[in-house]
């Protein structure tokens, strides 16, 4: 099934999105945690990879480790840095071959050490770009791109930033996936933006259950998501017991899905950091659309 048709037919559509793994315990623990997420039957998998790409190769292993434990479409990333459109081609040619599924088109950050993104000679300065090169030349894949309801971190204005996303949806992409975001009013605010702007594709929340206050402290300091003040309270005053830590967490995570899925939203986009403990829970706790 087309990524489009997914969410056309499909009341709500749950997905999760992996990193590959940098160390040999980083693989165990992930194919430890891999079968009980596989269970909670994901739509699709997503995995990403470093802010370099240097990691690819082991983001189509992460991939094809997915497809040996389940039949589920996976989805890889895929970004502009440090790329030639040769390059990217390449890429795409061996997904294919790894059977994946779909793209996350993206531009990128800067590699580790750079403040800004420079488009490598022969490559792309924008994911819109990168979207019109895997719709033109393999339209077998279906296209994701990322949307920021808070803005993302460059743009010089939320309207700048709509622009952007509309140039990426029009290049062919099938749906937005969001940036994680703790104010589901963020979230509501800038679907009905996108909407106004004419993006016309499902605008898909992407959700982070928080199961430590420092890990999530440093991920929301780098892409510039807030965490509500009476949710950093409640953590703060668990901060030297991490089950209590985790269970505030799952149970503003399960609160926050939940008002998501009554406003409407055509999905759930987790980003489960290879853990399944509190995404598992989260999603347990609801009444999640067949």
């Known amino acids: 099934m ?3 048709s997914l969410y056309r037919h499909k009341p709500f559509v749950l997905s999760f999105e992996l990193f590959p793994p940098k160390t040999d315990n980083g693989m165990k623990s992930l194919e430890q945690n891999l ?3 596989l269970a909670l039957n994901p739509d699709f998998v997503t ?16 991939l094809e480790l997915v497809q040996s434990l389940a039949d589920v479409p996976v989805v890889s990333h895929l970004t502009c840095v440090g790329s030639t459109a040769d390059d990217l081609r390449g890429f795409l040619r061996q997904a294919e071959e790894a059977g994946v ?16 993104f420079t488009a490598q000679e022969g490559g792309f300065k924008y994911a819109n ?3 019109a090169l895997i719709r033109g030349e393999f339209p077998q894949f279906g296209v994701a791109v990322a949307g920021y309801p808070e803005i993302h971190p460059e743009a010089s204005s939320p309207a700048q930033d709509l622009e952007n996303l509309k140039r990426k949806v029009d290049a062919g ?6 940036q994680l975001f703790y104010a589901n009013d963020d979230y509501l605010r800038f679907r009905d933006q996108c909407a106004a702007a004419g993006i016309d594709v499902p605008i898909v929340p992407g959700i982070m259950p928080v199961s430590n206050f420092k890990q999530i402290q440093r991920i929301t300091s780098l892409c510039g998501a807030a965490l509500p003040s009476s949710f950093i309270s409640d953590l703060e005053r668990a901060a030297d017991d991490t089950d209590a830590q985790f269970e505030i967490g799952v149970r503003f995570a399960t609160e926050q899905v939940s008002n998501l899925i009554k406003a409407g939203a055509p999905g759930i986009h987790f980003y489960v950091l290879n853990q399944c403990k509190a995404t598992s829970k989260v999603i347990k706790n609801l009444d999640i659309p067949a």
Not at 101 to 111: E, F, M, Q, S, T
Request: hydrophobic share 35%; aromatic share 2%.
């Open 35 to 37: 079968p009980e997420l």
């Open 129 to 131: 770009e990168l979207v």
């Open 47 to 62: 995995c990403t990879y470093g802010a370099g790409g240097g990691t690819r190769g082991k983001t189509l292993a992460t």
């Open 2 to 4: 087309s990524l489009s």
């Open 173 to 178: 992409a099938d749906v937005v996936i969001t």
């Open 101 to 116: 599924a779909h793209i996350v088109a993206l531009r990128g950050d800067p590699p580790q050490g750079e403040e800004a």
